[in-house]
């Protein structure tokens, strides 16, 4: 009897996917915080700003109103808005049916990965990579497999290295982030445009995480659906219109995915959130507030790149795009999650480790997000580097 309410109550094998470690790390600084101390806070991905003015008031005058379902693609409007923005910052004519409104990127991954892959099949991911890739492909049944990124291809994954996977065994997809997470590393234009025609070539499905478009300092972010139309593209309001919590975000689907993708998103979730739809669509009306914010992030990393070298922190991926610093802390330590804690614990600044991100070599790694202020900036590479001093 008892062996069979354990079996009842025992959590499916495919539940089975780890925690987010940068929660730990808020736990650990919350501790730090009530023990009286003021922490530097780098270790969570998101905009310390609040969302675009006009999307507050957007939201506000909405709340007078009913807010009933909307269609399961999303609002009209603001998938036409959508379709207008390729075209204004990419110089791409986009069809709005091919839009799709999403509750965050997240459950755009969801909605493409069921669209796209059966279960089993393999989908290849840059390592280092933002960890829900993996697990929400396991939890979905398919095989997440990682693709090792390193300096002589600037971090990229190549054509050589995703087709010589393929070859041993065939994979169905391949996902790409350009600003990455946790590197901050962008591909350039050609590299990216290369690996999307050689996987079209190869029958590979492409995905382009664009997530952090929008925050790229060192040259312009490319969309894939500039090169192939055959691309599912994945983009949010979290990032560059700092709306993390609004759960808002977006997929352009290859035209022959949008019609699965409607039946599954009715079905799933029926629509997203009215609200969040209705600030999203006015957000794009507030660029100018976000394109201070995004100068507020260009002058924080710079005040890393020129203070993280001298505090002792000399190696670290190219500081493209998004608002993260990936360091290397090979010179000091075996163990990103033992340097984190004590940098927390005695320096009072707070980083996610990188085994977060990479289970090959993380330890190595520490990721810095660079989205406070810049008072923050400053004092972080102070503590830094007197810390790192007395080791
Ligand atoms: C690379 C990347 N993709 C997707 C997401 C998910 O964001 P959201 O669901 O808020 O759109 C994040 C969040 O940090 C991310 O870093």
Known sequence: MLERARHILSPSARSDVPPFMVMDVIVAATRVEAAGHHVVHMEVGQPAAPAPRTAIDAARRALDGPLRYTEALGI?????????????????????????????????????????????????????????????????GCEPVLIETGDATRWAMTPESVLALHRKTPLAGLLVASPANPTGTMMRPEALADLIRATGEAGIRFISDEIYHGLDYAFPAETALRISDQALVINSFSKY???????????????????????????????????????????????????????????????????????????????????????????????????????????????????????????HYLRFCYAQSQADMHEAVKRIGAWLHRQ
């Not at 998103?265 to 976000?290: C, H, K, W, Y």
């Open 241 to 363: 219109f700092c709306m993390t919590g609004w759960r808002v975000g977006w997929i352009v689907a290859p035209e022959p995915l949008a019609r699965p993708i409607e039946r599954l998103q009715g079905n799933l979730a029926i629509s997203v959130p009215t609200l969040s739809q209705i600030a999203a669509e006015a957000a794009f009306n507030g660029r100018d507030e976000m394109d201070g914010v995004k100068h507020g992030y260009e002058v924080n990393r710079r005040i890393l790149i020129e203070g993280l070298p001298k505090a002792g922190l000399e190696t670290f991926l190219p500081v493209d795009g998004a608002f993260y610093l990936y360091a290397n802390i090979a010179r000091f330590s075996d163990d990103s999650c033992d340097f984190a804690r004590r940098m927390l614990e005695q320096a009072h600044v707070a980083a996610t480790p990188g085994v977060d991100f990479d289970p090959i070599d993380g330890r």
């Open 76 to 140: 009209g409007s603001l998938r036409a808005r959508i379709a207008r923005h390729y075209g204004e910052t990419y110089n791409v004519d986009l069809d709005p049916a091919r839009v799709i409104v999403t509750t965050g990127s997240s459950a755009g991954f969801i909605l493409a990965f069921l669209s796209m892959f059966e279960p089993g099949d393999r989908v290849g991911i840059a390592n280092p990579g933002y960890p829900p890739y993996r697990h929400i492909l396991k939890a979905l």
